[in-house]
T-cell receptor
Framework: EAGVVQSPRYKIIEKKQPVAFWCNPI?????LYWYRQNLGQGPELLIR????????DSQLPKDRFSAERLKGVDSTLKIQPAELGDSAVYLC????????????FGPGTRLLVL | AQTVTQSQPEMSVQEAETVTLSCTYD???????LFWYKQPPSRQMILVIR??????QNATENRFSVNFQKAAKSFSLKISDSQLGDAAMYFC????????????FGTGTLLAVQP
């Protein structure tokens, strides 16, 4: 069974440029999460989706970050415009009720803003 | 608010030996889950082991086992017969029970395995 897929794996951009990350969850997983992991830290939740509905976006900086999960499957996280402090690893995870909502992670996207 | 603390930034173990990684957490909830995740240099966060708070029996997965002390709010990970491939950052994580909820992670412990 395929795991969580993310792309791109790496992205280097200049500040003020836009950037987008894509995630495809494990087939059948209704819940999708975006986390941000700063260097030397554990991941922190940005947004959580139940199917196509964002049910927890309290930690998402809404002035520059946006996300969507059309049709309740894959998801896109966007930053516009990017700032130097956005440099981090962006992790996507998914879960299902069948596995007691254990979260499985993708390989992440490492973003460097210059 | 729930918090997770990992007090060992780095640990080292000889190959084939046993090592224990510490984790404490703070919560007022009675229904929750605890996890250990492994993150190698490739950055993929891999689930190592899961413990439900309502279960008294400690979870075990092959060479990995936990010591879950609910009253003390302690959740340590024991790795037996350490292998070179166990070298990674290990994160302890907490999740409130009930509906789907976010994971709250500790700051991680970097484990080195010496040949």
């Amino acid at each position: 069974e395929a795991g969580v897929v993310q792309s791109p794996r790496y992205k280097i951009i200049e500040k003020k440029q836009p950037v987008a990350f894509w995630c495809n969850p494990i087939s059948g997983h209704n819940t999708l999460y975006w986390y941000r992991q700063n260097l030397g830290q554990g991941p922190e939740l940005l947004i959580r989706y139940e199917n196509e509905e964002a049910v927890d976006d309290s930690q998402l900086p809404k002035d520059r970050f946006s996300a969507e999960r059309l049709k309740g499957v894959d998801s896109t996280l966007k930053i516009q415009p990017a700032e130097l402090g956005d440099s981090a690893v962006y992790l996507c995870a998914s879960s299902s009720q069948d596995e007691k909502e254990t979260q499985y992670f993708g390989p992440g996207t490492r973003l460097l803003v210059l | 608010a729930q918090t997770v603390t990992q007090s060992q930034p780095e640990m080292s173990v000889q190959e084939a030996e046993t090592v224990t990684l510490s984790c404490t957490y703070d919560t007022s909830e009675s229904d929750y889950y605890l996890f250990w995740y492994k993150q190698p240099p490739s950055r993929q966060m891999i689930l190592v082991i899961r413990q439900e708070a309502y279960k008294q029996q400690n979870a075990t997965e092959n060479r990995f086992s936990v010591n879950f002390q609910k009253a003390a709010k302690s959740f340590s990970l024991k790795i037996s017969d350490s292998q070179l491939g166990d070298a990674a950052m290990y994160f302890c994580a907490y999740r409130r029970g009930g509906a789907t909820n976010k994971l709250i992670f500790g700051t991680g412990t970097l484990l080195a395995v010496q040949p």
